[in-house]
């Protein structure tokens, strides 16, 4: 009998408890109507934890681009290393095309790239452990820092004109005979990019541009659009040459000449 009224008690403790709960909150809720309702602003309501919980989440959600810097500069404690070492403090990376241009990349793109990387979505044997190595507010935080850099195109020779012409045509009009549609259709006037989900072309390193076509075409990069797949499939070796040779000049301070007409 003893043991019966003791589970009665713990029961009704349960529901009094939940009662002053769901008391405080419907007081809560009266006391933000009231002060809206007098011209005040109302206290934030998240999702039944009470305002504490939204201001923190807020915060939470903020990067903090000053970390983000630390990262690219120095690494993480957990073994990540420096952004710098490979795509240079200010996100231009090199001119070789081993590594993209980030500066000034979509945020929600580059934490994208990081998180299919980390995942195994997209593979890459340099990328995958680095990926591995941040947490989600070093994502947050160095994706933040390298899309507010504005990292100068290099003045890099300018490629084959007859090149850079074919590019233009597949960039801007596509191609009825291979039934493409134009770059510029996704990846926005002059590959300027789409925020936040598409890339920019514009001033991207040729040979990245053609390696990373090369691996959509052979099915080795899965991790966005079908489309991408279905477009790289379409292209030839001189295409992909093309295209990538004419979005790399495009933000250039070196313009290429007019292609001249064979004698």
């Not at 983000?68 to 990540?80: F, K, L, N, R, S």
Request: net charge positive; charged share 15%.
């Amino acid at each position: 009998m003893k043991r019966r009224y003791t589970v009665l008690a713990l029961v009704a403790g349960v529901h009094a408890t939940a009662g002053l709960i769901v008391l405080a909150q419907s007081q809560s809720a009266s006391q933000a109507a009231a002060g809206a309702n007098k011209g005040g602003t109302a206290t934030p309501q998240g999702t039944g934890a009470g305002p504490f919980v939204t201001q923190f989440q807020s915060k939470s959600l903020e990067p903090d681009i000053q970390h983000g810097a630390v990262i690219a500069a120095q690494g993480t404690a957990a073994g990540a290393p420096a952004c710098a070492q490979c795509h240079a403090y200010n996100g231009v990376s090199d001119a070789s095309g081993a590594f993209p241009r980030i500066a000034g990349q979509s945020r929600s793109y580059l934490a994208k790239q990081l998180n299919d990387f980390a995942s195994g979505v997209r593979n890459n044997a340099l990328m995958t452990p680095i990926a591995k190595a941040l947490n989600a507010d070093d994502i947050r935080d160095v994706t933040a820092y390298y899309a507010g850099t504005n990292g100068p195109a290099l003045p890099l020779k300018p490629p084959d004109p007859a090149l850079v012409k074919r590019g233009e045509a597949l960039a801007k009009i596509g191609s009825a005979e291979k039934q493409i549609q134009s770059c510029n259709n996704c990846h926005g006037p002059g590959g300027v990019g789409e925020s936040p989900a598409i890339p920019y072309l514009a001033g991207q390193y040729s040979n990245y541009i053609a390696f990373t076509l090369r691996e959509w075409r052979r099915g080795y990069r899965k991790n966005s659009s079908e489309q991408m797949a279905v477009v790289a499939h379409k292209l030839n070796d001189r295409d992909i040459a093309a295209v990538a040779a004419y979005y790399q000049q495009v933000a250039s301070p070196v313009k290429v000449a007019e292609a001249q007409p064979k004698e």
